[in-house]
T-cell receptor, first 114, second 114 residues
Framework: LAKTTQPISMDSYEGQEVNITCSHN???????ITWYQQFPSQGPRFIIQ???TKVTNEVASLFIPADRKSSTLSLPRVSLSDTAVYYC???????????????FGKGTRLHILP | DADVTQTPRNRITKTGKRIMLECSQT?????MYWYRQDPGLGLRLIYY???????NKGEISDGYSVSRQAQAKFSLSLESAIPNQTALYFC?????????????FGEGSRLTVL
């Protein structure tokens, strides 16, 4: 399993764009990258997932360079409600490694200030 | 109604007692997981199950056991609870979309062992 490294915490202000970078130097060919968001006392919620280049949805964008050793979650124009913990995970594409399991790290605690 | 339901939501018990946390899902997913969350430590995987006959240990399975009674039900047991098992426990299911995997979490079960 590829280990991930993220900043422990980040602060930003409402209306700003926030970028959270995750390092995964030993990512495998079959691994994809997924980000989850967790509010206090709630289970994590899927945000975005990608394998290479750029992925965008209604919530965020995910940038993955060609070497795939890192990825950046971009949250446009954050609000106070984006205050949460954000987890970066890497894992095998379904069916490629049946024994693989989804492991969470400690995540990045994002605090949005007014 | 929640797609992934955990019971009880809160439980206070004493050292040495047997405790069961139950999880049921209406999503029709084959894969189910139990995670534990402690403050500042992210989520740690306890057990996971790929189908009714397939149960696997996660990162921290000691002191826990599980039962997959049906596709929709996955229970976590603490045979003899101890104070350091005080934590927030999450059940999750997963589904594949286009070869990739997304986790869906329950609302959590907060367990306090005195």
């Amino acid at each position: 399993l590829a280990k991930t490294t993220q900043p422990i915490s980040m602060d930003s202000y409402e209306g700003q764009e926030v970028n959270i970078t995750c390092s995964h130097n030993n990512i495998a060919t079959n691994d994809y990258i997924t980000w989850y968001q967790q509010f206090p006392s709630q289970g994590p919620r899927f945000i975005i997932q990608g394998y290479k280049t750029k992925v965008t949805n209604e919530v965020a964008s995910l940038f993955i360079p060609a070497d795939r050793k890192s990825s950046t979650l971009s949250l446009p124009r954050v609000s106070l409600s984006d205050t949460a913990v954000y987890y970066c995970l890497v894992g095998a594409i379904w069916g490629m490694n049946r024994d693989d399991k989804i492991i969470f790290g400690k995540g990045t605690r994002l605090h949005i200030l007014p | 109604d929640a797609d992934v339901t955990q019971t009880p939501r809160n439980r206070i018990t004493k050292t040495g007692k047997r405790i069961m946390l139950e999880c049921s899902q209406t999503k029709g997913h084959d894969r189910m997981y139990w995670y534990r969350q402690d403050p500042g430590l992210g989520l740690r995987l306890i057990y996971y199950s790929f189908d009714v006959k397939d149960i696997n240990k996660g990162e921290i399975s000691d002191g826990y056991s599980v039962s997959r009674q049906a596709q929709a039900k996955f229970s976590l047991s603490l045979e003899s609870a101890i104070p350091n098992q005080t934590a927030l426990y999450f059940c999750a299911t997963s589904d594949r979309r286009g070869g990739q995997e997304e986790l869906f979490f329950g609302e959590g079960s907060r367990l306090t062992v005195l």
